[in-house]
């Protein structure tokens, strides 16, 4: 399949109850744990070890996501759409993401390495709080050192534009998965592969599935220029505008605005929550 192992824990629940879930689904450590509502990875955390993943639930006691940790070496996203009318599928944007590391010299720690780096420098007083001793660690000359497994902006990330390899065989791999998540008409697929060719050949494991609120990431890339970045943005407002119309012409109407105001204030509520516990 191309779903990691995933569960979902309630918040408060005793850790023991979350041991033997975690057991159950065959998850072992180390894992992932993200906020059930969360955004541009704010509180995704790899969890080493069940004391670190304890703490962790004991100081945010709302819904959590488990996930086994992928190992696969290439992180990327891939956004697509498909009309509900004629079938007409496409992919519109992959983006690459390069992870934040340093490259050691024989002599310098990670420290003295990330203030270096344009890049790694702003997330050196986060490094100082959570990582100490990583920041003391020298680098053999030539190592490359990942610094952050988590694949986000706000951990140092560079978002590289990927779109060079949507062709026939990318389109040919993903058209039957979405084929098979009814009603899901556009969205970003957030994954992990092997490699390129992997990717082609339709063999990677999804993180998470971002709706309508899934950006096009590729136009995050450092030389991919802002008039070029507003130009993709408003080819795809244009897509999600002509599903739209899609939609309505099948019937489907908009969600009413009672319901979406409360889910709205489910969000901010549950946010509160997370930001409390911080």
């Not at 979350?18 to 059930?36: F, H, M, S």
């Amino acid at each position: 399949g191309i779903v990691p192992k995933t569960v979902l824990v309630e918040g408060g629940e005793s850790f023991e109850n979350v041991a033997l879930t975690l057991q159950k689904a065959g998850i072992q450590y180390p894992l992932i744990a993200k906020p059930d509502v969360g955004e541009r990875g704010f509180l995704v955390k790899k969890m080493a070890a069940p004391a670190e993943l304890q703490q962790h639930l004991e100081r945010y006691p709302v819904k959590f996501i488990l996930q086994e940790f992928l190992t696969f070496p290439v992180e990327m996203t891939v956004l697509f759409h498909r009309f509900p009318e004629n079938g007409r599928f496409g992919i519109t944007s992959v983006c690459v993401k390069e992870f934040l590391s340093v490259r050691g010299d024989g002599v310098s720690n990670v420290r003295q390495l990330m203030q270096q780096s344009a890049r790694a420098v702003f997330q050196l007083e986060r490094f100082e709080q959570e990582f100490p001793k990583v920041l003391a660690k020298i680098p053999v000359e030539g190592e490359n050192l990942l610094l952050e497994p988590i694949g986000n902006h706000c951990r140092g990330t560079k978002f590289l534009n990927g779109n060079h390899l949507i062709d026939q065989a990318l389109l040919e791999a993903f058209e039957p998965v979405c084929q098979r998540l009814p009603g899901v008409l556009y969205g970003r697929f957030d994954l992990k592969c092997e490699s390129e060719q992997a990717l082609r050949r339709g063999e990677f494991k999804v993180m998470e599935l971002n709706g309508v609120f899934g950006e096009p990431a590729h136009v995050y890339d450092p030389s991919f220029g802002m008039w070029r970045a507003y130009r993709d943005f408003y080819r795809h407002w244009r897509l999600l505008f002509e599903l739209h119309g899609a939609q309505r012409r099948r019937g489907i109407r908009p969600t009413p605005h009672a319901e979406a105001w409360r889910f709205i204030r489910g969000y901010f509520r549950y946010m509160r929550k997370l930001e409390g516990g911080s």
